[in-house]
C-alpha cells in the first residue's frame, strides 16, 4: 500500500482495498449556478470520502484519501476535519504503536508543515495544527516550526494566531518568546506582528494584573529606541502610547521626546507624523489648545493630508476630556472655518 | 491663524495623454466625459516623510505606493466600466467554472453571494437568477441543520451567512413591485425550505462558553464566526424566545456573552482582531463593528464597548496617500477588499460620533466624514478596475469574485450617505426582534459637511460622483445586501410566523 504522504496514485475505483467503500456522488442540485468543472481524480476521491463519511469508516486508508483531497483543494474544511477524527481513531485502536500504520503525529506534523508552507493563507492548516498539539500536550518543536514559516512571510496572520494560541496554552511567557520577537523587530522593525506578539506576551496577557517592576519602563526603553531608528513608523508608536495606558503613565511624559521628532514652529525639521499627533494629545491635555491645533494643521495640510477630515475631527475634540481647564485658564482658541 | 480646512491644493489640471489614462491600455468610451479634475497634490507625490532606515516593510510600501502614482495621478478619472464588470461577473454563473477553480468548492455559497451581490450593485436585475439560487443552495442544507460549502460538507457558518445573503438579494430582486401574494409566494420559495430550527440548534453547537463561536464543529473561533451567526439569526427572523433557549432541555441564551467578547478583541492599537489578543485587522473590524450594530445602536454598540476615539484613530491611519485606499493593518499595503472592511466601518462609527455630539446638546450635529471618500474613489476607480473586467487588490493582481463584490461595496460606502434613523422606531417592522436596530438604517446620495457645534453650516458634499452613470446601488452598512431587502425578507417571516401559528393553533384545536 502507498504510503500516506506519497504522491503515488492511488486508483480508487480499482484499487482492491477500496471495494468496501460505496462512492457517493455529489448532488449539485437542478440546474446548479457556478458549478466547478472537476477533474476527473478530485471527482472520484470526493465520491469516495462521501462514501467514507457516511459509514463512519476510520482507517489508514482515509489518511491517504484526505491527503488526496487536501493536495488538490488545501481549504476543505470538511476533509481536514474528518482526517483529524480519523487520526484520533487510529490512535484510540494503537494504531500509531504496533506499526501497522506506518504513520505517527510526528509524521503527520511533519506532512502539514509541507502543506502549509505551499499555502500561506489558510485557515484550516494552522488549526488542524492546533488540534494535534493540544491533543498532544506537547510543544516541543513548535516554535521552531512556526519560526519558519515567519522567514518567507513575517506577517501571516494565521501562523501569529497559532503562535498565540501556543504561548498561551503552554504559558511560554519566557526569555526565548522576547528573544525572538526582539530578532524579528531587528530584521524589520515595521513588522506590527510582531509589535503585536510582543505587546501579548509583555502586557496583553495580564488582563488586570499590573505588570511587574520594571517593564513598563523596559518596554518604554525599547519603544523609543524603535522610533529613534525610524520615527515615520506607526508600529512603536502606537506601542509607545499602548504601554504608557497599561503602566497608567502620564502621556504629557513623553513632551520633550515627541519635539525633538516635530518642533511644530519649525516646520522643515519635522521627522514624524506620530510625533505631531502624539503632541496634539499631549497639548490638549495640558490645555495647551493653539500648539494643538497646529500639530493638527500641520497634519492636515502638509504630513498626513489623505486624513484631513480626521484631523478636523480630532480639533473638534480639542478641550473634550475630563481634565479641561476651566474657562478662564482656557488659551483663547481662533476656530478654524470647518 | 492657520485654518484646518484649505488642503487638496492641486497642481494646475494637466491633460493626460491617452496611454497615461490607460496603463492597462483599455479605451474607455467616454473618459473624455468629464471635466478635468485637479488631482490633489498628495497623489501626486510619495508621502512628506520617509526614514531613511529601509526594511522589508519600507521596501514594499515604497515600491507600491511607486507603482500607484502612475494610476492615481490621472485628471480624467476613468468611469466605471460597467458593462466589462458585469460581464466578468455574469461568467461564472452563467457558463460554470474552470477546475482550476477547485479550491473555491468548499466555499460555493461564498461564489454566489460575491457575484450576485456584486452584480446587483452594478445595477443588474439579479432577480431572474432566485429559482436556480434555490436549486443550486437546497443541496447544501446538512440533514442535520445548517450549510455546508457544498453538497455533503459539514454545515460552516460562513456557508449559512452566504447563502441566507444570497437568498437575501435574489428573492429582493425578483419580488420588487409585485403584488403582495406574489410577493409572499416568491419569499415561501425562497426561503420556507430552510429547517429554521435545526439551524438554529446547530448554531447553539459552536457557541463558546467565551462568548465566542466558531466558524464549525471541531473549527477555529474567530470574530468573523460571531458575525456571520448573528447575520443568519438576524435575517432568518429568530425572535427573542427562541434565541433564549429552553433551559429545562439545558440551552443557554445565544447572545449571553457575545457583546463581551466583542469587546475583548480591541486591541493595545485601538484596532480589533480577530479574536482576544490577536492583531488589529479591517477584515475583523468590520465584523465586530456590523456584529455590536445588529445588537444594539450604533452609539451604544461602539461607545459602550469599545474604546471609540482610539478605535477612530486606527480606522483612520488605514488610509493611505498618495494610493488613497485603505490597508488592512498597521504597515501592510493597502488592498481593494479593505475599501469594504475598512470603508464600511465608516459609517457605523459617523453614527455613533455624530449620537455623542447630539446628546451633548438640543441641535441636530453633524461631525461629517472622518475619512476621504474621494481619495478612496480615485483608489477604486483607478486601480482597482481590471482591463477585461472584474475588481482587484492592486494594479497588477488579477481581478477575482471576492474583490470584485468588495471593492464594488466600499464604492456604495464612498458615493453615499448611510445613517441610523430610530426616529420611528416605534412604527418599523419587528419593533420586538432582539436585530430591530439593524432595521433602521438609511441612505442619502446627499453626503453631509460637518456643522458647528451649534448645528449651524453643513451643506453637502460636492464632486463625489460628477457623472451619474457611475452611480452604484446602495447597500445595507451591516448585512451588505441591497438596502430594502432586510424589510422585505422580515416582513415575510412575520407574515409566516403568523401564519405558522395560526396553523399550530388550529392543529391544537
Known sequence: MASYDSDEEVDYATDPAWAHITPLPQDDGENPLAQIAYHPEYVLAMSYLRGVMAVNYHSAQVLKLTADIISMNAAHYTVWGYRFKTLMALEASNSFEDGKTNWSWRKELDWVQSIAKQYEKNYQIWHHRQLIIDHLNDPTGERERTNEMFASDSKNYHVWTYRQWLVKKFNLFDKEELDTMELLLKEDVRNNSAWNHRYFITLGSLGTDSPADGVIDREIEFAKVAISSAPQNPSPWNYLKAVLRKGNVDLVSLKEFCEQFAPIYSEDEIRSSHALDTLSEIYNAAGDFGKAEQALVLLAAKFDPVRKNYWRYRKRLLGANENVPTASEKTPVVHATA | ?509
Request: with cysteine; net charge negative.
Open chain 2, 1 to 509: 491663524m492657520v485654518q484646518v480646512d484649505p488642503l487638496e491644493e492641486g497642481e494646475q489640471p494637466r491633460f493626460a495623454t491617452q496611454a497615461e489614462n490607460n496603463p492597462d491600455g483599455t479605451f474607455h468610451q467616454n473618459m473624455y466625459r468629464m471635466a478635468p479634475e485637479r488631482v490633489p497634490a498628495m497623489h501626486l507625490n510619495l508621502p512628506f516623510i520617509l526614514d531613511d532606515l529601509e526594511t522589508e516593510t519600507s521596501q514594499k510600501q515604497l515600491s507600491t505606493a511607486r507603482n500607484i502614482i502612475r494610476s492615481v495621478n490621472q485628471s480624467f478619472l476613468p468611469p466605471l466600466d460597467r458593462a466589462t464588470h458585469v460581464e466578468f461577473l455574469l461568467n461564472p454563473l452563467d457558463e460554470g467554472l474552470s477546475g482550476g477553480f477547485v479550491a473555491l468548492d468548499a466555499s460555493r455559497p461564498w461564489l454566489l453571494y460575491w457575484c450576485i451581490n456584486a452584480l446587483s450593485i452594478l445595477g443588474e436585475d439579479v432577480g431572474a437568477y432566485n429559482a436556480r439560487v434555490v436549486s443550486s443552495l437546497k443541496p447544501l442544507q446538512h440533514p442535520n441543520g445548517g450549510f455546508g460549502g457544498g453538497n455533503g460538507q459539514a454545515p460552516h457558518v460562513a456557508a449559512a451567512y452566504a447563502s441566507i445573503l444570497t437568498l437575501a438579494t435574489t428573492s429582493y430582486h425578483v419580488s420588487r413591485g409585485l403584488p403582495e401574494n406574489e410577493r409572499l409566494e416568491v419569499y415561501a420559495e425562497s426561503f420556507a425550505w430552510i429547517d429554521r430550527g435545526k439551524l438554529l440548534q446547530w448554531i447553539r453547537k459552536i457557541k463558546l462558553p467565551n462568548g465566542g463561536f466558531k466558524v464549525n464543529e471541531g473549527g477555529e473561533e474567530d470574530v468573523r464566526a460571531g458575525y456571520c451567526a448573528l447575520v443568519v439569526l438576524a435575517l432568518l427572523g429568530y425572535d427573542e424566545e427562541e434565541l433564549r433557549g429552553d433551559p429545562s432541555l439545558g440551552e443557554l441564551p445565544l447572545l449571553s456573552g457575545v457583546a463581551e467578547y466583542f469587546k475583548n478583541c480591541q486591541t493595545w492599537e485601538g484596532g480589533i482582531g480577530a479574536k482576544p489578543n490577536a492583531e488589529a485587522h479591517g477584515g475583523y473590524a468590520f465584523c465586530v463593528l456590523a456584529a455590536l450594530c445588529l445588537l444594539s445602536g450604533p452609539e451604544e454598540a461602539l461607545s459602550k464597548n469599545l474604546d471609540l476615539n482610539r478605535l477612530i484613530s486606527w480606522l483612520s491611519a488605514r488610509q493611505y496617500a498618495p494610493e488613497g485606499g485603505f490597508s488592512g493593518r498597521t504597515n501592510k499595503l493597502v488592498d481593494g477588499c479593505y475599501s469594504t472592511w475598512v470603508g464600511g466601518c465608516w459609517s457605523l462609527v459617523e453614527a455613533a460620533a455624530n449620537a455623542i455630539e447630539c446628546g451633548k446638546g438640543s441641535t441636530k450635529v453633524n461631525v461629517g466624514d472622518l475619512w476621504s471618500r474621494k481619495a478612496l474613489i480615485r483608489y477604486i476607480l483607478t486601480c482597482c478596475q481590471g482591463p477585461h473586467g472584474g475588481l482587484r487588490d492592486k494594479p497588477g493582481i488579477r481581478p477575482d469574485y471576492y474583490h470584485s463584490n468588495y471593492v464594488l461595496l466600499g464604492l456604495s460606502a464612498a458615493q453615499h450617505y448611510y445613517y441610523y434613523d430610530d426616529s420611528h422606531a416605534q412604527s418599523s417592522v419587528s419593533a420586538k426582534s432582539p436585530f430591530r436596530h439593524a432595521y433602521r438604517w438609511k441612505s442619502s446620495k446627499n453626503v453631509p459637511k460637518p456643522s458647528g457645534d451649534d448645528g449651524t453650516g453643513g451643506g453637502w458634499l460636492e464632486g463625489l460622483v460628477p457623472d451619474e452613470s457611475d452611480r452604484v446601488g446602495v447597500q445595507h452598512p451591516l448585512f451588505n445586501i441591497p438596502l430594502g431587502a432586510e424589510g422585505q425578507l422580515q416582513s415575510w417571516w412575520e407574515w409566516f410566523n403568523d401564519v405558522s401559528d395560526v396553523d399550530a393553533v388550529s392543529r391544537e384545536n
